[in-house]
């Protein structure tokens, strides 16, 4: 079944002037403003002391921005048991955590050859792709942690353990729109 995604590449930042126009496009804050006057200033101000603090500043800011400015939207589907092999930790259930296991595979640009294995991501379901009425439970945000990869997977998406997947959904919706977060 094809699906409809988002693709946010992260390939190589694209020349100064483009970063701004993508930052001014990325951000959805307002407090984003003050990003594009520091980047302003390192561009004029390379060697004086206020171009040296900006970057820093810079850096303390999008540490301390909110999760959504950053999120990616994808869709999710459900998959398993079995959990193993997994991708990234074989036969070995013991980094999955307590169970019912809360983990998710990752498609094949997410896991960026195993680079996500053991990163956590809050996955909030945003509705049925389906169009069917909504899709999503009264708890429509679970944390999961990636074990393995998901090969038939769109990008960016994520398929969940079933427990994972019915604490944002109905099992019977199978696939659904969603924000995810690391």
Same mark, same amino acid.
């Given at each position: 079944?094809?699906?409809?995604?988002?693709?946010?590449?992260?390939?190589?930042?694209?020349?100064?002037?483009?970063?701004?126009?993508?930052?001014?496009?990325?951000?959805?804050?307002?407090?984003?403003?003050?990003?594009?006057?520091?980047?302003?200033?390192?561009?004029?101000?390379?060697?004086?002391?206020?171009?040296?603090?900006?970057?820093?500043?810079?850096?303390?800011?999008?540490?301390?921005?909110? %999760?959504?400015?950053?999120?990616?939207t994808g869709q999710?589907?459900?998959?398993?048991?079995?959990? @193993?092999?997994?991708?990234?930790?074989?036969?070995? @259930?013991?980094?999955?955590?307590?169970?019912?296991?809360?983990?998710?595979?990752?498609?094949?640009?997410?896991?960026?050859?195993?680079?996500?294995?053991?990163?956590?991501?809050?996955?909030?379901?945003?509705?049925?792709?389906?169009? %069917?009425?909504?899709?999503?439970?009264?708890?429509?945000?679970?944390?999961?942690?990636?074990?393995?990869?998901?090969?038939?997977?769109?990008?960016?998406?994520?398929?969940?353990?079933?427990?994972?997947?019915?604490?944002?959904?109905?099992?019977?919706?199978?696939?659904?729109?969603?924000?995810?977060?690391?």
């Open positions: 079944m094809p699906n409809s995604h988002l693709h946010r590449s992260i390939s190589t930042p694209p020349p100064a002037a483009q970063f701004l126009q993508y930052l001014a496009f990325q951000c959805q804050y307002l407090y984003c403003l003050s990003y594009f006057v520091l980047l302003q200033i390192m561009a004029v101000h390379t060697t004086s002391l206020l171009g040296l603090l900006a970057p820093i500043i810079l850096l303390l800011g999008l540490l301390s921005a909110p %999760a959504s400015v950053f999120a990616l999710a589907t459900y998959y398993g048991p079995p959990f @193993t092999p997994s991708s990234c930790y074989g036969f070995d @259930t013991g980094p999955f955590g307590p169970e019912p296991y809360m983990i998710a595979a990752a498609s094949p640009g997410l896991f960026n050859n195993r680079a996500a294995c053991g990163v956590s991501y809050r996955v909030t379901c945003l509705g049925a792709t389906s169009g %069917a009425a909504n899709g999503c439970s009264a708890t429509p945000t679970v944390t999961v942690k990636v074990v393995d990869l998901c090969p038939g997977c769109t990008e960016p998406g994520i398929d969940l353990s079933p427990a994972a997947f019915s604490t944002i959904s109905r099992l019977d919706v199978g696939r659904i729109n969603i924000e995810f977060t690391r």
